[in-house]
């Protein structure tokens, strides 16, 4: 179920490095200190989406990598997609 923007803003609190896109996803910025430090990120990330069937949007630019989730077949943020933050949370420690 699509979650109202003050249900996502109240989430956001728990996640504070992460933004809430116009209620239709929630995007965070990582910085790593070199690109295959990135790289490694994703690698994780992506192993992850792939075993809880839920892909973020990942743009890499150099030492950048951004995260967005949505719930496409919701047609906006769930709580799926706050859980997936968790994780890649909990992934970026371990790469960092």
């Not at 728990?14 to 990120?41: H, M, Q």
């Not at 047609?75 to 960092?96: I, M, P, S």
Request: proline share 2%; aromatic share 8%; glycine share 4%.
């Amino acid at each position: 179920m699509i979650m109202s923007a003050e249900e996502i803003q109240n989430e956001l609190k728990n996640l504070p490095n992460w933004d809430n896109n116009e209620d239709r996803a929630i995007v965070r910025e990582y910085k790593f200190s070199n690109y295959l430090d990135g790289i490694e990120f994703v690698k994780e990330v992506a192993a992850h989406a792939e075993n809880v069937q839920h892909h973020p949007k990942i743009t890499i630019d150099h030492t950048q990598v951004t995260i967005s989730f949505t719930t496409v077949d919701q047609g906006g943020v769930t709580e799926k997609d706050f859980n997936a933050a968790k994780e890649v949370e909990r992934l970026a420690e371990d790469v960092q």
